[in-house]
Nanobody, 126 residues
Framework: QVELAESGGGLVQAGGSLRLSCAAS????????VAWFRHEVAKEREFVAA?????????YYTDSVKGRFTISRDTAKNTVFLQMNRLKPEDTAVYFC??????????????????WGQGTQVIVSS
């Protein structure tokens, strides 16, 4: 069992930055993968980024955020971060973090994750 709480969302102008946090509680993350997904109304949930808890060099990004977003983790705080730079209006969505233990080919598949946070809203104005 793990509980997740996202924070850091908000309203920002295009080109600006936000840093999202995903704090895990109930247990210490170990052999887990933590991912960020985003969801816009009337669209399917989209994979954004993921990190293997035991190896922070093992990271994954969807193509549209490569070079702009950075995922990282703080083991002491049991927390994962998503630094989002050069934000675009199309990044507007509710961002969710999720925890699971997917194989490599399934890292970007939402069904691979059994624990989800409540989400944090990101709005990027043009």
């Amino acid at each position: 069992q793990v509980e997740l709480a996202e924070s850091g969302g908000g309203l920002v102008q295009a080109g600006g930055s936000l840093r999202l946090s995903c704090a895990a509680s109930k247990r210490t993350l170990s052999d887990d993968t933590v991912a960020w997904f985003r969801h816009e109304v009337a669209k399917e949930r989209e994979f954004v980024a993921a990190i293997r808890w035991q190896n922070d060099d093992d990271v994954y990004y969807t193509d549209s955020v490569k070079g702009r977003f950075t995922i990282s983790r703080d083991t002491a705080k049991n927390t994962v971060f998503l630094q989002m730079n050069r934000l675009k209006p199309e990044d507007t969505a509710v961002y969710f973090c999720a925890v699971g233990r997917p194989i490599q080919s399934q890292v970007g598949v939402d069904e691979s994750y059994g624990y989800w946070g409540q989400g944090t809203q990101v709005i990027v104005s043009s």
